[in-house]
């Protein structure tokens, strides 16, 4: 009766003294791996921007670029005459040493200028998950119940609009509607302390989370659908259980599971899709940076903010994984592989 947990690294096996020891064996492994997965990771990207045309320093300097000895002093600073292998080598020491090195165009200290800008990032993604996560599950098991109605049609047509327009369509439209026609929000900045930021960033979430709510909508009536046809439904309405105890207590735990899969994926998602929502309303956060760092080549700037989205997702697909078990008390972490 109860939905096979997909396969994540994670075996269903009886619970018991040995679940504590194999999530920590579990959780050790996986980040065993992810060390050289983040070093593939961040040379492959340290080559594009190698292999890639221009010259951060000529954006740098401007008019100024003529000059031979500045050229040189400059190209010396941050090593950029050396071969690809020792330019990531003497990246990959300082980062072993948590230094993130030094940005080309703001002079400034990578680690100082991610963490200026991580706060609106964080707030945006946080925001922009809760309404995904939340109102998706909601309107999907809503649906779902209410299959064939007014209701399930509205939803579901909601989801086909939001799946289909692209982020950053998406919040032109708002910051035009709510924005400048109707002075309902804020059209610019990120706002200061928490309900200032929250009403600066409400339509670039609302924006980031219209398509990405659809999926949520969608995998999620279609597995409630799915469970409300189950035997063990029947069986409980026959013994006199209430509809909001079948739903709530049976169905919709059960239906989280292909949700929570998802999630990852979908969290990741909104995470990357934050690059073009900050352009769109022009905020100051990794996205923005991470666009200017690329079209001027600062390549400390953008091999720091790689090595931070790629360590993310990494703790993403993990939460995921340990969450299975707070939602199927039967799986149980076991031998990744097993």
Known sequence: MHRAAP???????????????????????????TIPLLLIISFGVFALIHIAPGDPVSSLLGARASDPATLAAIRARYHLDDSLLVQYGTWLSQVIRGDL?????????????????????????LMSTTLVLGLGILLGALAAFRRGTGLDRTVVM???????????????????????????????????????????????ALALAASTMAIVVKITRAAVIEELARDYVTFARARGVSSRRILLAYVLRN??????????????????????????????????????????????????????????????NLAVDVIYTLIDPRIRFGRVGS
Not at 186 to 193: D, L, R, S
Not at 278 to 298: H, N, Y
């Open 255 to 316: 239906s989280l599971i292909p949700v929570i899969t998802a999630a990852g994926l979908i969290v990741i998602g909104i995470l990357a899709g934050a690059i073009y929502v900050e352009v769109t309303f022009s905020l100051p956060g990794l996205g923005a940076l991470m666009i200017d760092a690329v079209q001027k080549r600062d390549i400390p700037t953008i091999q720091g903010i790689t090595l931070l989205f790629s360590a993310f997702v990494v703790l993403v």
């Open 101 to 125: 090195g030094v940005s080309i165009l703001g002079n400034r200290s990578v680690t100082s200028t991610i963490a200026d800008r991580l706060g609106v990032t964080i707030f945006l993604s």
């Open 158 to 204: 909601f989801s086909v609009f939001g799946i289909s327009s692209p982020a950053f369509v998406t919040g032109i439209f708002f910051l035009y509607v709510f924005g400048v026609l109707l002075h309902w929000f804020p059209t610019f900045g990120a706002g200061t302390g928490f309900l200032d930021r929250a009403w600066h960033l409400a339509l670039p």
């Open 7 to 33: 396969s994540t690294g994670l075996t269903a096996i009886s619970g018991g003294a040995n679940g504590g020891s194999s999530l920590v064996v579990f959780i050790t492994r996986r980040f065993a791996v």
